[in-house]
């Protein structure tokens, strides 16, 4: 399963990471070789075996359906790039 | 004085024969004076600690002081910490100021200690050297051409330099022991679940671990008990009586004060790859532990060896998820000139993000995408499975794991960044025990020829930090790798 070019352009735009062809050029060298030893694990037989997805097996606690935050907006709205009545702003999506 | 540990320093602020402030005005000048030679910090909080400090000394005078009240501590920058700034490293949030306090660094500061500031790091906790930093790398106080290990490095550097005497790392694939080990200090992972997770900026969700650096066994069994506990806005934060982690090193025991306990030396651990001069230190140190009255176990741990790929599919997916919140619009850099929506994430992201994160998110995206999921994916969970079955096994013959804890003492600046294979490679007997969730220290077991610490792994089963922490304490009794000191002029010879 060799990764192409074209799955590194592919899978920046997946990410939403602006990249030119000399850069990924460049990030499909190392990812090549990050993939050579990650493709150690397709020798193994993992038939039957249950994948672990967490560190501990236990079931995601519930919580009582109740309110527990109090309003942060303007705390929260401090740091963004670009705010206005308490909405966050970004670059007209629709004509 | 501040050269002194957790557990000295808190003798003489409660006996009023030094003040916090006192202490802490020393850890600022001290942090200063370095940094401009490790570049350790990313943000020094003068007024706040002073201010920290002088309420310290006032709960002191009134006799409410705890273990830790008026200790001058250091957060690495993945810790949210309210109204400074918390950069993890990145350009992406260069600018940031934390909203609110992660649960370790809260009860921390409920315990009375005294932040003074928040230590460099690898970007996003992104690394094994501390040399990813948006704000430049960290070097290493025992040769500053060294790097100090990642991704604390900084927080590693604060305490082995002596500029604070603890401070608070995370460890997602070995990211605080890594960095003790080079350091030659103390770096304790605990089991996962026991320090919440709330405020850490999150990197891999399902292995990241809050944990603390000390100089000895002793200040991160003092560090761990205000650090751990419940917090229900973690959902994977356990839910467990507190436990005094220090209670076993205080029992008075017989002359051999390890009888019975059982050592188990994977093979796995002891052979090819690791550095001559490493072996021999581990080896030395593995004959002290049998003097002190331990037995030892070759034990197997087959799949181990997959430790390093398994990591490098679930970290970056998770990774690459995680990292999706960063978009320009919430918080965090934004980029100036776009087209469009679309074009102003991709232009924010490839300018905000360093090399090593971009390859992460690129390599997170793709085991997750169509296609490919069962193939990487599923079949990295699985395989993850089995390195904790191996563990599980081996926890029914022995106590505790000893081994290495970096297969080299610590390398030069520059001398693996090219190769982000080899740089992977740093953290193949510290990942085993992210992927588990098993608790897992690092303590100085040696220096090599160019005098460069050496660490020593002591991992045990699942919320058995009092035992590791005993074993690591009850060697630190016996020998002084933990005492030498990097050459540097404020630094003296302490216990």
Same mark, same amino acid.
């Given at each position: 399963m060799a990764l192409t070019l074209d799955d590194v352009l592919r899978i920046a735009h997946l990410a939403r990471i602006d990249i030119d062809a000399a850069a990924a050029r460049e990030v499909h060298a190392k990812l090549d070789?990050?993939?050579?030893?990650?493709?150690? /694990? &397709?020798?193994?037989?993992?038939?039957?075996?249950?994948?672990?997805?967490?560190? &501990?097996?236990?079931?995601?606690? =519930?919580?009582?359906?109740?309110?527990?935050?109090?309003?942060?907006?303007?705390d929260y709205q401090?740091?963004?790039?670009?705010?206005?009545?308490?909405? *966050?702003?970004v670059p007209r999506v629709i004509e | 004085m501040i050269d002194g540990t957790i557990a000295e320093l808190a003798q003489a602020l409660h006996a009023r024969r030094i003040s916090s402030e006192e202490l802490t005005s020393e850890a600022l000048a001290r942090i200063e004076r370095a940094q401009s030679r490790f570049n350790a910090f990313i943000t020094i909080d003068r007024d706040g600690a002073l201010a920290a400090a002088r309420a310290a000394d006032a709960a002191l005078r009134k006799g409410d002081g705890g273990?830790?009240?008026?200790?001058?501590?250091?957060?690495?920058?993945? =810790?949210?910490?309210?109204?400074?700034?918390?950069?993890?490293?990145?350009?992406? /949030?260069?600018?940031?100021?934390?909203?609110?306090?992660?649960f370790v660094v809260e009860q921390l500061r409920k315990a009375g200690t005294v932040l003074v500031g928040k230590t460099n790091m690898d970007e996003f906790a992104m690394g094994s050297s501390s040399e990813t930093s948006w704000f430049g790398p960290v070097r290493n106080p025992w040769d500053p051409a060294y790097v100090p290990g990642g991704s604390s490095g900084g927080s590693a550097v604060a305490v082995a330099a002596r500029l604070v005497p603890a401070a608070t790392g995370t460890d997602t694939g070995g990211s605080i022991r890594q960095p003790a080990a080079l350091t030659g200090i103390c770096g304790l992972k605990p089991t996962y679940g026991a320090c919440s997770r709330y405020g850490l900026v999150a990197f891999a969700s399902s292995l990241d671990h809050p944990g603390p650096f000390g100089r000895t066994a002793e200040d991160c069994a003092l560090l761990l008990r205000a650090m751990a506990g419940h917090d229900p806005r973690d959902s994977t934060s356990i839910n467990r009586p507190p436990e005094d982690y220090a209670q076993l090193l205080r029992e008075p025991r017989a002359a051999k004060?390890?009888?019975? =306990?059982?050592?188990?030396?994977? !093979?796995?651990?002891?052979?090819?790859?690791?550095?001559?001069?490493?072996?021999?230190?581990?080896?030395?140190?593995?004959?002290?532990? &049998? !003097?002190?009255?331990?037995?030892?176990?070759?034990?197997?741990?087959?799949?181990?060896?997959?430790s390093v790929p398994v990591y490098y599919v679930i970290a970056p997916a998770e990774a690459s998820s995680n990292l999706s919140r960063f978009d320009g619009v919430r918080y965090g850099h934004r980029a100036n000139d776009f087209k469009d929506l679309l074009d102003m994430y991709k232009k924010t992201r490839a300018e905000g993000f360093g090399a090593e994160v971009k390859r992460r998110i690129l390599t997170g995206t793709y085991v997750l995408s169509?296609?490919? *999921?069962?193939? *990487?994916?599923?079949?990295? &969970?699985?395989?993850?499975?089995?390195?904790?079955?191996?563990?599980?096994?081996?926890?029914?013959?022995?106590?505790?794991?000893?081994?290495?804890?970096?297969?080299?003492a610590a390398f030069k600046i520059g001398a693996k960044t090219d190769d982000p294979v080899q740089m992977y490679l740093n953290d193949i007997f510290t990942i085993a025990a992210d992927l588990t969730g098993a608790p897992a220290i690092s303590i100085p077991c040696g220096v090599t020829r160019d005098g460069l610490p050496i660490g020593l792994q002591i991992q045990g089963n699942h919320f058995d930090e009092a035992r590791i922490l005993d074993v690591a304490h009850r060697y630190q009794q016996a020998t002084d790798w933990h005492q030498r000191v990097p050459p540097i002029e404020h630094a003296s010879k302490s216990s």
């Open positions: 070789a990050i993939f050579t030893l990650i493709n150690e /694990l &397709q020798a193994i037989d993992t038939t039957g075996i249950e994948p672990m997805s967490h560190a &501990q097996d236990v079931s995601a606690p =519930l919580r009582d359906d109740a309110i527990t935050e109090s309003d942060h907006h303007a401090r740091g963004a790039p670009a705010v206005e009545d308490g909405l *966050y702003l | 273990p830790l009240t008026g200790i001058p501590l250091a957060h690495k920058d993945v =810790l949210m910490t309210a109204g400074l700034n918390t950069t993890c490293g990145s350009r992406m /949030l260069a600018d940031f100021v934390a909203p609110y306090d992660a004060v390890l009888e019975g =306990l059982r050592i188990g030396l994977p !093979k796995e651990f002891h052979g090819e790859g690791v550095d001559a001069e490493v072996a021999a230190a581990v080896e030395a140190a593995i004959a002290e532990l &049998q !003097k002190l009255g331990a037995t030892l176990k070759t034990i197997s741990l087959p799949a181990v060896k997959y169509h296609g490919y *999921y069962d193939a *990487y994916y599923l079949k990295a &969970q699985q395989v993850r499975r089995l390195i904790a079955d191996d563990f599980r096994r081996a926890y029914g013959e022995c106590d505790v794991i000893v081994g290495p804890t970096a297969p080299s």
